[in-house]
């Protein structure tokens, strides 16, 4: 298996313009989780999604955030308008979660840096 | 909420000697607290990790302990090699996604 597949790597755009960050999770995987990192506040959960459906999205740090999974091999999230203080590198992971009380490992992508100028 | 503190930020030994990475988590409820470890430009991995019904565990050069009566769990490298210079995450499960600690910066010098 490739892993978790993230595009773009890098990502440069300016102030107001929309972002669109996209992933491929690990096939077989049924939890796909999106996180942000940045040098003051670390590792964040923004959304994660169970069976493609949102379960937790209370670290979408506001309205300019939104993430989709129509289907069980892709995921995007999206920043409109985007702003500087959004940059930060972008990882998305997946896991198979097989009971509510069985937790497996997170397998993260490469991650997307993003820049916002 | 869960909170996990993580301790210390930095930490710098000389290669051969051990490191000793300590968290602590707030809900007495979690029950899976794994070790992930980043290093510079990339991605976070699993390196090894705890189940709640079990209070140390061993791979080779590292091993975790857990003291849930505590509710606190630590990392420990025996051995350091520059190649475990990295940044450590500690993390627990709060109902069902992660709650990662701040992260320790290890560098092991020559």
Redesign the interface.
Known sequence: DAGVIQSPRHEVTEMGQEVTLRCKPISGHNSLFWYRQTMMRGLELLIYFNNNVPIDDSGMPEDRFSAKMPNASFSTLKIQPSEPRDSAVYFCASSLMTSALSYNEQFFGPGTRLTVL | GENVEQHPSTLSVQEGDSAVIKCTYSDSAS??F?WYKQELG?????II?IRSNVGEKKDQRIAVTLNKTAKHFSLHITETQPEDSAVY?CAS?NT????????TRLQVFP
């Open positions: 029950n899976y794994p990339k991605r976070p991995q699993l990790d995450f499960i069902d996604k992660l709650i990662f600690g701040t992260g």
